[in-house]
């Protein structure tokens, strides 16, 4: 099966600016997760969605970022306006079941 | 709240030798998981071994095993016969069975596999 893709694997904005990332999970897994990696520090959660529900968003940092998965396929991640501090790797996740999470390969985000 | 420690930013090894990578956590749950995925370079993050907190026999998968000592609170990673495609970042994670989906993550090993 297909694993969780992830859309752009890099992108590079200015301050000020919008970026939406993409991510797509592995057909059939209705919880999808987004963390966020800022270099050299750990992995943090940011939500979790259940289908189109958001379960838990209470690692989102602020209200500069915007999730949404409609119609409970695919999820996007809006930051507006980006922020330098908003720079790192984001990184999807997808699952069927708990205990387990199938990752994506990240979008690596620079705000300059 | 769930804080997950890796102390060994980078590791290297000889190929065909063995190391362990350490990872400690603090918990108030009594029932969660643990995991160490592996992230090659430029590559998606994929789960090496998983253990059950209420299983006291140390998972293993192929090369790669733990040794989980719950009272201490240590999950160390184990690759026998190292092999220059382990080289990755390894990254420690843990959550709790009953509270929550999130995934609790170290700050990672850099692992270099050296020929």
């Known amino acids: 099966e297909a694993g969780v893709t992830q859309f752009p694997s890099h992108s590079v904005i200015e301050k000020g600016q919008t970026v939406t990332l993409r991510c797509d999970p592995i057909?059939?897994?209705?919880?999808l997760y987004w963390y966020r990696r800022v270099m050299g520090k750990e992995i943090k959660f940011l939500l979790h969605?259940?289908?189109?529900?958001?379960?838990?968003e209470s690692g989102m940092p602020n209200n500069r970022f915007l999730a949404e998965r409609t119609g409970g396929t695919y999820s996007t991640l809006k930051v507006q306006p980006a922020e330098l501090e908003d720079s790192g790797v984001y990184f999807c996740a997808s699952s069927r079941i708990r205990g387990e999470q199938f990752f994506g390969p990240g979008t690596r985000l620079t705000v300059l | 709240a769930q804080t997950v420690t890796q102390s060994q930013p980078e590791m290297s090894v000889q190929e065909a030798e063995t190391v362990t990578l350490s990872c400690t956590y603090d918990?108030?749950?009594?029932?969660?998981?643990l995991f160490w995925y592996k992230q090659p370079p430029s590559r998606q993050m994929i789960l090496v071994i998983r253990q059950e907190a209420y299983k006291q026999q140390n998972a293993t998968e192929n090369r790669f095993s733990v040794n989980f000592q719950k009272a201490a609170k240590s999950f160390s990673l184990k690759i026998s016969d190292s092999q220059l495609g382990d080289t990755a970042m390894y990254f420690c994670a843990f959550m709790a069975s009953n509270t929550g989906n999130q995934f609790y993550f170290g700050t990672g090993t850099s692992l270099t596999v050296i020929p």
């Open positions: 057909s059939g897994h209705d919880n």
């Open positions: 918990t108030s749950e009594s029932n969660y998981y």
């Open positions: 969605f259940v289908k189109e529900s958001k379960q838990d």
